[in-house]
Nanobody
Framework: QVQLVESGGGLVQAGGSLRLSCAAS????????MGWFRQAPGKEREFVAL????????YYADSVKGRFTISRDNAKNTVYLQMNSLKPEDTAVYYC?????????????????WGQGTQVTVSS
């Protein structure tokens, strides 16, 4: 079992930045591929970014490429999502997810564990 706790959400003006954090409970965190997803009101949860369990590979949705950066610190069992140049359409609840030794994984059903989510609101 892996427990995930997100933090760092909030209200920011368009063009601003936020850094989300996701702390994991498990010692074998380094064997989990970590993903960030988001869900806006009335929409399905969508993939945002992932970082492989080795940390060597990252992948981004086209909508955030060049603005968001995912990273991980295995010593702290934490994954981060640095979000720059935020837009109103980035407003959503952001969730982190973990999947054991996943490769390229952008579907929700590929991940085994989910956090409770953190709200990000970008005002225009």
């Amino acid at each position: 079992q892996v427990q995930l706790v997100e933090s760092g959400g909030g209200l920011v003006q368009a063009g601003g930045s936020l850094r989300l954090s996701c702390a994991a409970s498990r010692r074998t965190f380094s064997r989990y591929t970590m993903g960030w997803f988001r869900q806006a009101p009335g929409k399905e949860r969508e993939f945002v970014a992932l970082i492989s369990w080795s940390g060597g590979s990252t992948y981004y949705a086209d909508s955030v490429k060049g603005r968001f950066t995912i990273s991980r610190d295995n010593a702290k069992n934490t994954v981060y999502l640095q979000m720059n140049s935020l837009k109103p359409e980035d407003t959503a609840v952001y969730y982190c997810a973990a999947g054991y030794e996943l490769g390229y994984a952008t579907r929700r059903d590929e991940y085994d564990y989910w956090g409770q989510g953190t709200q990000v609101t970008v005002s225009s």
